[in-house]
């Protein structure tokens, strides 16, 4: 049975930073992809950024246009967790974030931000960026 619990979320002022973690059981690192999306107050779900397996080049790692260069993504293969590090946060960047889960090898690059990709989804977490 596949489980993906999330944590790491809060609040934190504009330019703050989080962590946010996905430890996943039931799948292995190797071949399985890890996405995160979020969910903003009367917005659709958009995926934030997508990582391909560990065995896979890190040139098949994705990113929302909205993040790149503030977001990063990595794995800690010991402990099956994917993180996502937000730094210069906005408050466009408040919403509940949603770790989703496949198997395979690789984000699909013109499809990982769909949500139907995935078929495990984790509880989410609260981020909220404000002063």
């Known amino acids: 049975q596949v489980q993906l619990v999330e944590s790491g979320g809060g609040l934190v002022q504009p330019g703050g930073s989080l962590r946010l973690s996905c430890a996943a059981s039931g799948l292995t690192s190797d071949y399985s992809v890890i996405a995160w999306f979020r969910r903003a107050p009367g917005k659709e779900r958009e995926g934030v950024s997508c990582?391909?397996?560990?065995?896979?080049?890190?040139?098949?790692?994705y990113f929302a246009d909205s993040v790149k260069g503030r977001f990063t993504i990595s794995r800690d293969n010991a402990k099956n967790t994917v993180y996502l590090q937000m730094n210069n946060l906005k408050p466009e960047d408040t919403a509940v974030y949603y770790c989703?889960?496949?198997?395979?090898?690789?984000?699909?690059?013109?499809?990982?931000?769909?949500?139907?990709?995935?078929?495990?989804w984790g509880q989410g977490t609260q981020v909220t960026v404000s002063s």
């Open positions: 989703a889960a496949d198997a395979g090898y690789y984000c699909s690059a013109y499809e990982w931000t769909i949500p139907s990709e995935y078929n495990y």
């Open positions: 990582l391909s397996s560990s065995t896979s080049s890190s040139s098949y790692t």
